[in-house]
């Protein structure tokens, strides 16, 4: 959507000025896993993990902005299958960083972010089912 917007303002500009606008985005997914195992015929262990690279690069007449940016996520959780209710457990964490190659400003940043969760279904008949 930003490209065809840009797109079209410089086609606008164009009439009144040089315009020139270049985007380059390489993306690189570098990792996905998901590992499950079963335990037993009630139970389920899963963990899951994804890692992705992206180099970006925009310019305009004035401004050249390039930076990397990582996302990592990572998820384990434990799932117990009952005949009335299931439960899921687990934890999660979240990276995201960029870091501008050339610094024009203060928009390197770093994020992390950790979770955990429970949720529980249990089924009240076999039309109305209660989730916590």
């Not at 050339?102 to 979770?115: E, F, H």
Request: net charge negative; aromatic share 14%.
């Amino acid at each position: 959507m930003w490209d065809n917007f840009m797109k079209w303002v410089c086609f606008i500009a164009a009439t009144i000025t040089l315009c020139k606008y270049f985007k380059k985005s390489k993306f690189k997914k570098v990792l996905k896993q998901v590992f499950e195992h079963q335990v037993n015929e009630d139970e389920n262990i899963s963990v899951k993990q994804s890692v992705s690279y992206y180099d970006r690069v925009l310019t305009t007449p004035d401004l050249v902005f390039a930076g990397n940016q990582l996302d990592v996520f990572s998820e384990a959780s434990y799932q117990i299958n009952k005949e009335k209710s299931d439960w899921v457990l687990g934890a999660n964490y979240y990276q995201n960083s960029f870091e501008e190659d050339v610094v024009s400003g203060n928009r390197n940043q770093n994020n992390n972010t950790v979770g955990g969760f429970v949720n529980n279904t249990y089924d009240i008949t076999s039309k109305v089912v209660l989730e916590t």
